[in-house]
Structures are given as C-alpha cells and as structure tokens.
C-alpha cells in the first residue's frame, strides 16, 4: 500500500539529547513537509522541501534541522536548542511542488521530554 | 497577515446535523480545505472548494463560501459517532503548497 509511514509513534527526549523522527513515503511525492502540533492550536510549518537536496525554513525552524537526500525520505531532528520541543508532529507530502495540491498526512509521532 | 480561526468546540447529537465554521483573512487564498483527524492520527482531507465557488456538496458533506465575509463553514448531515473528531480549516497561501490552518473544532456528537 502506498502511504506515508512516521516512525517511531511515541519518543521521549532527555535534556540537552538529538532525537530524528523519521518520515518515508512511496508516493513518489516530490514535496514533503513537518508540521508540529499543539493541543487547541493549528498546525504550524517547521520546514519543507520541494525537491530532493533541498529544502526551506516555514515558520518555527528554529531548533530543528532536516534533510532531504532521497525523494521518499524527509527526516527531523530535534535538536537541544529546541527548549519546548514537547507536541504531536506530522509529516505531509504532496505531488507537485506548486500549484494546488492535496496534502498526505503520515500518523505523526508524539515527542515528550524527559 | 495569515490567520484563520475556528471555534474550538461543538457538541450535537446523533442523527442532527453539525456545521463547522471556520473566518480566514487572506483573501487571495485560491483554495479552501477541511480536514479530519481522528485521535493519535494524521490529518485526512476532507473536502475541498475552490475560490470561485460558494457551495460544494459531497455526500452527507455541504461546504459553503461567503468571499465577502471571508467565511467558511463545513456542514455534516445526519451526524454519526463516527464523526466525532477534530475539523480543521485550512487556506492556501503564497506560490507553493503552503497551508495555514485554523486551531481545530473538536465534534463530539453524543446519543
């Protein structure tokens, strides 16, 4: 089946600690995106790629980094800088990177800190 | 600026219907979406309407567009506990597939 697969679904993060949270699609989707959500808030952007080997800043980026050096793959790391990196996070792609298109929302992975 | 507000409760009851609204302000926004998350999961589109429509109707689904008052709302016939979830209101902003979306509705429809 295709689809967009997060893993793992749950991660605790230790003070001053790295975690990746992985996002894989075999849509052959071209744009991938992460999203970080907050209970009683929207989705917010954190970073997204439009094509392989790069990618862009949305609008928290500060204290995560990701990389794009496959198509189907888009991870995220929380870095230490990220002092409240506690939220449900969520991958998304799409097909095309410009025009009108539906996002696909993988199953999210819930980061708690230690 | 890019803001889009929904209310964040609605309680109905079985077999009613519920309607979800949802205020944007970019009122260059091409496309309007609503989307459903259910409990530990990812986001599912429900539906969409493009700008120049004021009305989309999918099934037991009825969107409706008011361009002038920037007002969306997102109508669910026959309400079924498979329903309850969070709703989200999204626009499309920008050239790319950027997406603001609203803090959600969350639907609890009980007996």
């Known amino acids: 089946d295709g689809g967009i697969t997060q893993s793992p679904k749950y991660l605790f993060r230790k003070e001053g600690q790295n975690v990746t949270l992985s996002c894989e699609q075999n849509l052959n989707h071209d744009a991938m995106y992460w999203y970080r959500q907050d209970p009683g808030q929207g989705l917010r952007l954190i970073y997204y790629s439009q094509i392989v080997n790069d990618f862009q800043k949305g609008d928290i980026a500060e204290g995560y980094s990701v990389s794009r050096e496959k198509k189907e793959s888009f991870p995220l790391t929380v870095t230490s800088a990220q002092k409240n990196p506690t939220a449900f996070y969520l991958c998304?792609?799409?097909?095309?990177?410009?025009?009108?298109?539906?996002?696909?929302f993988g199953s999210g992975t819930q980061l708690s800190v230690l | 600026g890019e803001d889009v507000e929904q209310s964040l409760f609605l309680s109905v009851r079985e077999g009613d219907s519920s309607v979800i609204n949802c205020t944007y302000t970019?009122?260059?926004?091409?496309?309007l979406y609503w989307y459903k998350q259910e409990p530990g999961a990812g986001l599912q589109l429900l539906t969409y309407?493009?700008?120049?429509?004021d009305m989309k109707q999918d099934q037991r689904l009825t969107v409706l567009l008011n361009k002038k008052d920037k007002h969306l709302s997102l109508r669910i016939a026959d309400t079924q506990t498979g329903d309850s979830a969070i709703y989200f209101c999204?626009?499309?902003?920008?050239?790319?597939?950027?997406?603001?979306f609203g803090a959600g509705t969350r639907l609890a429809v009980h007996p």
């Open positions: 999204a626009e499309i902003v920008g050239g790319y597939n950027k997406l603001i």
């Open positions: 970019d009122s260059s926004s091409t496309y």
């Open positions: 309407i493009f700008s120049n429509m």
């Open positions: 998304a792609s799409s097909p095309r990177t410009g025009g009108v298109e539906k996002l696909f």
